[in-house]
């Protein structure tokens, strides 16, 4: 087999700091495979520990001290699905990266289906790898507890409010997360689809779950107030954007 993991680790040494400590565990039966993952991403700069089947790899994900799973579908005992499924319907949300077979989309579909946060098929390269790693990592740490500006707020995701000269509102975790991933990056037109993805976490959204969505954004505004409530804006169709390019 012409993997690619063992000479790539060597260019990825010099990266390794600009990494955090995120803890992954990587599920696969294949050996080589599985050691590669786990040196590439040891090198990376993070926590790895492994399991070489699906029953190992279920009991170590309900300790939930991972922040990332990398999940082969095809493994000995329990496939990668019900993995998946059974970690979902205990609610772990864990970010979970599925390894399919190279254009099988059903697997994608599946994967997805059981509550998969994102794929890379088989064989893939190291780059796309971490790229994906750190994708899911970062998305999830949008969760995080830092403070953060929007618009006249000042907003405390451990206190669970904002605050502005005037006045301070409180604030529910999923309406800070809302906040976070809109003034992450102002301007962008985040759809109710990405936010169903990274703020609850759906991957199959309906016409309900994103009328979900707008009644949330309905309420943050109101809470807001005038100020703050203009600059989260609808983009008719699409989904909303930040508009204050101040910060
Ligand atoms: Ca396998």
Redesign the pocket.
């Known amino acids: 087999m012409c993997w690619p993991l063992a000479s790539a680790t060597l260019s990825l040494v010099n990266d390794r700091a600009a990494s955090g400590l995120a803890h992954i565990l990587v599920v ?3 050996p080589s495979i599985r050691q590669g993952l786990c040196d590439v991403l040891t090198y990376r700069g993070y926590a790895v520990d492994s399991a070489d089947n699906g029953r190992d790899a279920l009991a170590k994900g309900e300790q939930g001290q991972f922040d990332l799973i990398v999940l ?4 000995p005992e329990l496939d990668g699905l019900s993995v998946c499924r059974s970690l979902r319907s205990n609610n772990r949300e864990v970010p979970v990266l599925m ?1 399919t077979a190279k254009g099988d989309e059903q697997d994608v579909l599946n994967g997805f289906d059981a509550g998969a946060d994102d794929y890379v098929t088989k064989p893939f390269s190291v780059r796309e790898l971490l790229a994906r790693v750190q994708a899911l990592l970062k998305r999830n740490s949008r969760l995080s507890t830092a403070a953060f500006r929007a618009g006249p707020f000042e907003v405390l995701p451990e206190r669970g409010c904002a605050r502005s000269n005037q006045t301070q509102v409180e604030l529910s975790a999923r309406e800070i997360a809302i906040l976070r991933l809109l003034t992450d990056d102002p301007g962008r037109i985040v759809s109710r689809r990405t936010l169903l993805r990274d703020v609850w976490g759906m991957s199959n959204a309906g016409a309900v779950e994103t009328r979900t969505v707008d009644v949330h954004i309905a309420k943050l505004r109101k809470k807001l107030g005038l100020e703050a409530a203009q600059l989260l804006e609808t983009v008719r169709g699409q989904g909303y954007r930040w508009c204050d390019s101040s910060h």
Request: no cysteine.
């Open positions: 696969e039966d294949e082969d579908i095809m493994l390894l």
